[in-house]
């Protein structure tokens, strides 16, 4: 009875360290923030699978929106609810992009990076409009230099 309950002591460990070494990283969704107006903060996020991204709706009026064509193969489209804080399991390796959607032309954009960018091509195409464009060219460069 001792040596089964020591094994499945050990079983449960091995599954869970997993989960035990994963992180929560804090994105603040704001009206005004380091880099101006309608921001994510911060907009460019390096994390690992099985690490979350909390969204934190600090200000009314946004959300966090996957960007059609910046997500890596086999990972689901996402949209949160309105002023709603949001969790986002990151299990992929990729690029992951992220707009607000009623401000998302007002460059309300993040990029999160997992692992080995897979879709970093597919990603970079993506054609954006509005102020989301210089924006992404501003974290694309960040992106760059963390490489």
Sequence with gaps: MRR??????LLMAGLTAGV???????VQMLNKGD???MVFQPDFVVAEPGDSIKFVSVDKG?????????LPDGVESFKSGMSKDFVLTVEKDG????????????????LITVGEPANEDAAM????????KSRF????????AAK
């Design 4 to 9: 089964k309950l020591m094994t499945a002591t």
């Design 20 to 26: 035990a070494n994963a992180a929560e990283i804090e």
């Design 35 to 37: 880099k101006g107006g």
């Design 62 to 70: 946004h959300n966090a929106e996957s960007i059609e064509g910046m």
């Design 95 to 110: 690029l992951y992009g992220i707009k607000c959607t009623p401000h998302y032309g007002m460059g309300m954009v993040a």
């Design 125 to 132: 195409a993506v054609k954006q409009k509005g102020k989301a």
């Design 137 to 144: 060219e501003e974290i694309f460069a960040e992106y760059e």
